[in-house]
């Protein structure tokens, strides 16, 4: 049977040529006219009832719909049962999100089901049995072989497809997008994150509606120092594939990286009521997270209380259980209802407000550990430092509990909330030169690592609190330097820019006290709410002549 590349046009539509198979499929046909979702061009040896709906299927992988891609290629063996090539899609919309950090047993289960159909089934190509060869290494021996392991044995395989297939489009994106999986938080050269890029840049301006080009970039350029180059591929992406909830929600990673904060709130609200449409729960909670912190940034409170308020309409859908759903994860889903609350309280200062929060009683160690962060943070920082002990102890459990797992970039920012929420403590007991120098070590260790693709930003940036801390001691030259350097790494922060204004003005610098009191009503020129950080910038600015 010869190959057949057919396209995922901008507007895809499925024909049937056989009267029976039409009525059979009239209702998801119908569906689907007006669905959008990239072109894609993937060659199978499928049959040609089946070739157009697996091109389907891979465009919803590209763009991390994993249970509407797997759904997609159960339909393809529905009109083609062997076709092999379907139970790879189906294996790697298991693994899920290439970012989505540890993955479960079900979904391994799953996933090296899949790869055991695909091995057992039809005659595929040699070019689609490596496909099949590649993913299988995502899953093998999954009980003794680490994940890191396994994913860099995943892209080596991804390598070796692309070097015996060089013509193969879909081979060298899936393969960019496994080089970036590789990336360590640690590695501040972004190595291969960039070697990604080079490989999708130039892949983009020949297919510009291609979803996973558009998509893989913005992940690529996810990090401080590049996500400015990411900024045309985010503007693109969500009007490339805009039926994906997660391609509307992902161009906000990269304005977040930017402060970008309107672009952020608009495209997170289409991503949110498209996910909702779709029955996607944890991806529109996902979206509500970024919408929250973007709310908050412009001093929006009002416009954050309600997504806070749409909460519990919004997780009463949410199914943690589900193997496969959208690109965020069961524990994306976890992590917004505890985020969301907690930023709504710690973005404000509104420190009695921290440290009431409830503590979550499901969820997984990390998430958990906002809410006792969050309290924390709260109790000491309103003057009660004893109130927090207890979840400082919370903390370090968890900290613990999640090395045990061996989860260690979730213990890790653990152990940084603790190192917070401990030098807070110190400092609020009056040992000002211990917590401060607490407070600095903490923030040395999130620098060097990064924030998971799940949050926008951490919950309060260690070296922003470095700041406050050292401006309440009245050190503010060194205040300005930490707040400048946090603003470097996540800039157009109310909170940063707010900082930075106090510090200079402490400091005598009139110059960079008017411009950064400038920025913070630049930042907030939208808001809803009459913070008095916004009432002192304009008497500031207003006083100087």
């Known amino acids: 049977m010869t190959l057949r590349v057919l396209a995922v046009t901008a507007v895809f539509a499925v024909l049937v040529a056989a009267a029976p198979a039409r009525a059979q499929h009239e209702e998801h046909a119908a569906a689907q006219s007006t669905e959008r979702l990239g072109s894609v061009s993937f060659a199978n040896s499928c049959a040609p009832a089946a070739s157009a709906v697996f091109n389907r299927a891979v465009a919803l ?49 799953e996933g090296s089901a899949a790869v055991e159909r695909a091995r057992a089934t039809g005659t595929p190509t040699p070019r689609e049995r490596a496909y099949i ?27 070796d497809l692309v070097r015996g297939n060089p013509e193969d489009i879909e081979a060298m994106i899936f393969h960019a997008l496994a080089v970036n999986q590789t990336a360590l938080p640690t590695d501040k050269t972004y190595a291969a994150q960039l070697e ?72 997170n609200r289409r991503s949110e009521q498209t996910a909702m449409q779709n029955r996607a729960a944890t991806e529109a909670l996902h979206a509500m997270d970024y919408q929250t912190y973007a709310h908050l940034q412009m001093a929006q409170d009002r416009a954050a209380l309600d997504v806070l308020n749409r909460l519990p309409t919004v997780s009463a859908t949410f199914d943690p259980t589900a193997v496969t759903g959208g690109a965020a994860p069961p524990m994306a889903g976890f992590y917004a209802l505890a985020a969301i609350p907690a930023r709504y309280a710690l973005e404000r200062g509104a420190w009695q407000e921290a440290a009431e929060l409830p503590v979550p009683a499901n969820g997984t160690p990390f998430t958990i550990a906002i809410a006792h962060f969050a309290r924390a943070l709260g109790a000491a920082r309103g003057g009660r430092p004893s109130a927090a002990r207890e979840d400082i102890d919370r903390l370090a459990a968890l900290r613990d509990q999640l090395n045990q797992a061996q989860d ?17 403590v110190t400092y609020a007991e009056g040992r000002s030169a211990e917590g401060i120098e607490a407070m600095r ?67 005598g610098d009139a110059a960079a006290a008017r411009r950064y009191y400038q920025r913070v009503l630049e930042i907030a020129r939208d808001a809803d709410s009459p913070r008095a950080e916004i009432q002192r910038a304009r008497t500031y600015v207003d006083a100087q002549p």
Request: negative net charge.
């Open 61 to 109: 992988l590209h763009s991390f719909e994993f249970r509407t891609a797997i759904e997609g290629f159960e339909d393809v063996l529905s009109r083609d049962d062997t076709c092999a090539i379907a139970h790879w899609g189906i294996a790697l919309a298991y693994w899920g999100n290439p970012f989505g950090g540890v993955r479960s047993t079900t979904a391994l289960q």
């Open 441 to 507: 070590a903490a923030a040395d260790t999130e620098d060097a690592t990064d924030k998971s693709a799940v949050t926008p930003g951490p919950l309060a940036p260690a070296r922003e609190l470095l700041g406050e801390m050292l401006l309440d001691a009245g050190s503010a030259a060194e205040a300005l330097t930490a707040f400048e350097a946090s603003m470097a790494k996540e800039p157009g922060r109310f909170r940063g820019a707010y900082g930075a204004a106090r510090a200079a003005e402490a400091a």
């Open 196 to 267: 990604a890029a080079g490989i999708l840049e130039p892949l983009f301006e020949r297919y510009p509606e291609h979803p996973g080009l558009a998509h893989y970039i913005i992940h690529a350029y996810d990090h401080p120092p590049l996500a400015s180059r990411a900024l045309g591929a985010a503007r693109r992406y969500a009007a490339i594939a805009p039926s994906a909830p997660h391609a509307l929600h992902m161009p906000s990673h990269t304005f977040t990286r930017v402060g970008s904060w309107q672009e952020s709130v608009e495209t």
């Open 133 to 159: 060869d590649a993913v299988a290494a995502l899953f093998e021996n999954y009980q003794t072989v680490s994940q890191r392991d396994r994913i860099l044995a995943y892209e080596q395989g991804m390598a």
């Open 408 to 424: 260690a970039y979730w213990a890790e920012q653990v152990g940084i909330q603790w190192s917070v929420a401990n030098a807070w």
